[in-house]
């Protein structure tokens, strides 16, 4: 493979296993490898150790093994440590603690990826969990024949479906010790039971509930840490090393309950190491060991209790013969007996990765494509955004060095959209119209298998998917859709991530969104982007997405300035006016603004013109919104808003420019949202705004140095003061703007390597 030694990284840390697999990797030659010095504070770890032993082994450079030393193997480790292990590490062994671990070792890591499997509950296998993993079906597709499906058991592949059998890699789970000691006395007539977790374990709390159903009769002790007290004074809780090799010692015998066919315990084989009687029920996997026609096996609880019974009463015949017979399910735990099967394994694993690496090789890298969907017919400052989003794409991944093809999507609609409404976006940035298709159960897992998903199964009654008339969009690498405006989840062919601006019907109490849809979606998104605190939280919090998959990057606004789209006339023959850039929308506070606009005209002799601008603004009086229904009373109650209020709806951008570009200030009403692009534009302009007061639009002047003029939306009287005020001191307030040069530090060209960094972890 190259002249760099193979090496490991074995990113588990239970004891036991540890204690013989390192071994047996050792006897294959591998001599340097990883082990995580952290493991997860859970119930599940209740046998995890850290061992710090391999890494004088490890000829990888001192401050390099300390990045590795220092991540959390188990959930998300930082790019800088993923690149130090593609550096120097050819395999590495993992297990799926999160559910989107193996989609990180898939966007990951570049060599071969064994999913150690130890069993799981009858009911349970190995392919549901695959289901259940965040893009768990992306994640094997993407890792192809570089994903090992390293078994435990020979026979746990059996339940799975093809796919993972396919994978298939024997590597038996054996003891570091399988010596007899014999140092078993038995002098205590208890049952020795074994069963941790009894309180915070429902799976344990039922076996523990069982147990003392039916053996509660005979008198036991029950072993295993609980982290939460156990209302049973048999019940043992944590004990030292001396205490359980005394319980072990002293206990008259040990009943093993399991009868899972896929997955057991270590304590058992303690049992018989120590020369304790093992009691224990068929059907489970000690049967595969040699248990079948053991004297120690039990058919049936009544059988268990009679020979129980017997022990505890001194029956030296039945104690003597299960002793004697019950070593041999020790001996395909031997590692002699293992030794064979793992060097067969590995060498199948270090052979084909050899291969794959050789075909990869000569290959010419494929230039990757990034669709950037807009998902309803949006006009205004969510078209800009959209398209913001794509030429940050764009110019992000050639300053990264990765140069990508992005397309615009946008609903097939010929009144919608123009050949002019994409002008300022770059002409590399192609564009495609499409329609939404939907799909129900059979057909959703139909267009997944036949896009090589082999393990995904629906969980919504109904997906969409992109009708582009090119394959449904398979073409690309990634979609980023924009918005989160979608009716249904997507189906997972691609990796997806959501661009969420807010979620207002959290805060309006007459919203008409049903929003259980855009959650769901967002939810399935391997990122999420926001351009706000304020909006991260509602993501996390509202949404429910975790917090690991939200990012918060900064937002982008379109570059307003003469030098990129030329100067415009300015006027000074006409009345003066302000701009109030709105739409139809209930968070825009509509009624409020019209009273405070009333208060501004009639009891402070407001001098400036109002001229509203925006998507459905010209027919705004027409509306028959029932959140609309007060400011239209009041527009046509007012001979001062008649006269001194001009309905302008929504101007082409050159237009749109210059009625701003003419105004003494902005006025932004909204009662909550992301903030608003408007006001960037405006400082373009030299052209000061009056907002809102709420924690998007003060992240927004924080990010451009805007120095926004405050209202509370909330009191109408104090906004008509402001406007007022703003009259009075527009020109003023004009100075305190940030130049030109200042704003060119946020634009586009500037922020898109941050957009790309975020999306090419995705691929």
């Known amino acids: 493979m190259s ?51 391999e890494d004088d082994n490890l000829t990888v450079p001192r401050d390099e093994l300390e990045i590795l030393n220092a991540q959390n193997w188990y959930k998300s480790p930082t790019k800088e440590a993923w690149a130090i292990a593609n550096k120097h ?55 192809g024949r570089r994903l090992w499906f390293g078994i435990a058991y020979e026979h746990l592949a059996n339940v799975e479906p093809l796919y993972l059998q396919r994978r298939k890699v024997f590597l038996p789970l054996g003891l570091s010790n399988c010596s007899i ?55 043992l809780g944590f004990v030292t090393h001396e205490e359980h090799d005394k319980n072990m010692r002293e ?63 001194d029956d030296v015949d039945l104690i003597r013969r299960i002793r004697e017979t019950q070593a041999v399910m020790l001996e395909p735990m031997h590692a002699d007996r293992c030794v064979d099967a793992w060097r067969v394994g590995m060498d ?44 940050a794409i764009f110019s992000g991944s050639r300053d990264w060095g990765e140069p990508v093809d992005v397309i615009l999507l946008h609903l097939e609609s010929a009144d919608s959209y123009q050949d002019e409404d994409f002008k300022d976006i770059s002409p590399e940035i192609q564009r495609r119209a499409f329609c939404w298709e939907s799909l129900d159960h059979p057909r959703a897992r139909r267009a997944m298998r036949y896009a090589g998903h082999d393990g995904w199964e629906p969980t919504y009654n109904k997906y969409l998917c992109v009708d582009d008339g090119i394959k449904q969009l ?81 937002m982008l606004a379109t570059d307003f300035s003469d030098e990129k789209l030329g100067a415009i006339t300015r006027r000074s023959d006409t009345k003066p006016y302000f701009v109030w850039t709105t739409n139809a929308a209930a968070h825009k506070n509509h009624e409020n603004a019209f009273k405070a606009l009333g208060f ?29 229904r007060g400011a239209i009373k009041l527009v046509k109650s007012s001979e001062a808003l008649k006269k001194n209020v001009h309905f302008l709806g929504e101007l082409p951008d050159f237009e749109y420019r210059y009625v701003l570009g003419n105004a003494a200030f902005l006025w932004h009403t909204a009662k909550i949202d992301n903030g608003t692009f408007s ?51 527009h020109l003023s307030r004009s100075a305190t703007l940030p130049g030109v040069a200042r704003l060119s530090e946020q634009h586009v060209e500037k922020l898109g390597v941050k957009y790309w960094e975020v999306i090419r972890e995705c691929l």
Not at 106 to 120: D, K, L, P
Not at 600 to 626: E, F, N, P, Q, R
Request: glycine share 6%; charged share 25%.
């Open 3 to 53: 002249d760099k030694p193979l090496r490991v990284m074995w990113l588990l840390n239970h004891g036991a296993a540890r204690k013989f697999e390192i071994p047996m990797l050792k006897a294959m030659g591998i001599n340097e490898i990883f082990l995580p010095k952290s493991f997860p504070q859970e119930i599940g770890f209740r046998s995890a150790s850290i061992d710090y032993s």
């Open 474 to 554: 398979l073409d690309c690498d990634a979609w980023v859709v924009v918005s989160d405006r979608v009716s249904a989840p997507l189906l997972p062919l691609k990796p997806c991530l959501f661009v969420v601006y807010d979620y207002l019907q959290r805060y309006e109490d007459n919203s008409t969104i049903r929003d259980s849809a855009f959650i769901d979606a967002v939810r399935l998104a391997q990122k999420v982007i926001v351009t706000t605190e304020f909006t991260k939280r509602d993501v996390i919090q509202y949404a429910g997405v975790d917090h690991e998959r939200v990012v918060k990057l900064p």
């Open 679 to 729: 006001a960037i534009e405006a400082a373009y302009l030299n052209v000061p705004t009056l907002s809102s007061d709420y924690p998007a639009m003060r992240e927004i002047d924080e990010q451009f140095s805007l120095n926004l003029e405050w209202m509370d939306s909330s009191d109408y009287r104090e906004m008509g003061r402001k406007l007022k005020e703003m009259e009075l001191t």
């Open 181 to 235: 000691n014999d140092i078993w006395k038995g002098r205590e007539k208890v049952i020795f039971f074994v069963c941790p977790d009894i309180g915070p374990s429902s799976y344990y709390g039922q076996i523990y509930n069982d147990f003392t159903r039916d053996f509660g009769d005979f008198p036991y002790k029950v072993g295993g840490a609980q982290p939460i007290e156990v209302d049973d004074p048999n019940v």
């Open 89 to 143: 590490f050819d395999i590495c062994f993992f297990i799926c603690q999160s559910l989107g671990f193996m989609s990180e070792v898939s966007r990951s890591f570049q060599g071969a990826a064994i999913w150690r499997a130890y069993g799981q509950p009858v009911d349970v296998n190995y392919s549901v969990v695959v289901r259940a993993m965040m893009h768990g079906s992306q994640s094997v597709q993407r890792l």
């Open 251 to 313: 206990c008259r015998l040990m009943f093993y309950h399991s009868r899972e066919p896929n997955h057991i315990h270590y304590h058992p084989y303690e049992a018989i190491r120590v020369g304790m009687p093992l009691v224990f029920m068929s059907g489970g996997i000690l049967d595969r060991m040699g248990g079948i026609g053991l004297p120690g096996r039990c058919q049936t609880i009544a059988e268990a209790k009679d020979k129980i019974r017997r022990i505890l009463n």
């Open 600 to 628: 501004y005209y009639d009891s402070l002799d407001g001098k400036m013109d109002c001229h509203i601008t925006g998507v459905s603004t010209k027919k705004l009086l027409k509306s028959d919104a029932a959140h609309l």
């Open 348 to 391: 199948k694993i270090i052979s084909d990765l050899a291969l794959i690496r050789l075909e990869q090789r000569p290959l010419p890298i494929k230039r990757k494509k990034i669709a950037v969907i807009v998902p309803v017919e949006y006009r205004g400052g969510s078209l800009r955004g959209a398209k913001l989003i794509a030429q």
